[in-house]
C-alpha cells in the first residue's frame, strides 16, 4: 500500500512538473502535436500507477522522451516558418464579407452546422454580419465583424483616457504582498490609512486589497465567524 502511494506521488509531482514545462496554455489552445502529447504523457503515468510490478522507471523514462521531444519540435516551430506550418497547419477563411467559403469547410471537414453554432456562440447569429471568420490551428473560431457591425470603442469618440496600469493586489487573505507595495513607492502607512475607509483596523483583517488599473484603491474586510 505504501509502495503505491508513494510511486502514484512521485508520478503525479512528475507530470506535474512537465507539463509545467511545456508551458501554460488552456486544453482548448493546446495545437495538435501538444495535445497528443499530454494524451501519452498521462497514459504513459497511469501504468506504473496501476501495476506495481512495472519499474518505476519504465514510466518516467518516456514521460521525459516526450518532453524533450516536445519542447524540440515547439522550439523548431518557433524558429522556423515552414515548419510551424507542416506540424500546425494554417488558419482557414471559413466566412469572406458574409459568404460562406463552402471548398475551404469541405477541406477543414467543418460543417455548416458547425459552424453556425459557433457564430451564435460568438454573439453573431447572422452571416452577413461577419466580415471574416477564421478557422484557427487550435480549432478556434475567430471572427471579424464588418465594420458597420463592430462595437463602438472610446476612440471612435474622441474622449481623452488615462493610460490602463496593472491591477496590482497589496494584501491577499490577510497578508500584505510586500513587492507590490514597494512597486508603487508605498509603506503600511499609507495602507493602513487606506484600509480605514474602508473600516479595517489592520492588514490581516483584509481579505483582500487592490489597487485596480485605474489608480483606485478598494479593500474588502473579512467575514467575521459567529462566535
Known sequence: M?????????LYLLVVIVLRLMGKQQINQLQPFEFVVTLMIAELATIPMEDTGIPLLKGIIPIFILLVAQITISLLALYNQSFRKIISGTPAI?????????????????????LLEQL??????????????L????????????????QVVVKDLNI???????PLTLILDGIIQQKNLQAIN??????????????????????IAILDSNGIFYAQAKQKVPA
Do not use: C, H
Not at 120 to 133: D, G, Q
Not at 136 to 150: A, D, F, V
Not at 187 to 207: C, H, V, Y
Open 2 to 10: 505504501l509502495i503505491t502511494l508513494a510511486r502514484t506521488i512521485i
Open 160 to 166: 481623452a483616457t488615462k493610460p490602463v496600469k496593472l
Open 120 to 133: 451564435r456562440i460568438k454573439n453573431y447569429p447572422n452571416v452577413n454580419e461577419v466580415a471574416f471568420a
Open 94 to 114: 471559413l466566412i469572406k464579407d458574409g459568404m460562406i467559403m463552402e471548398k475551404e469547410l469541405k477541406k477543414n471537414r467543418y460543417n455548416i452546422n458547425d
Open 135 to 150: 478557422l484557427e490551428t487550435n480549432g478556434e473560431l475567430s471572427i471579424i465583424p464588418k465594420s458597420e457591425q463592430r
Open 186 to 207: 508605498a509603506d503600511q502607512r499609507w495602507l493602513q490609512e487606506n484600509l480605514n475607509m474602508f473600516g479595517i483596523k489592520k492588514p490581516n483583517d483584509a481579505l
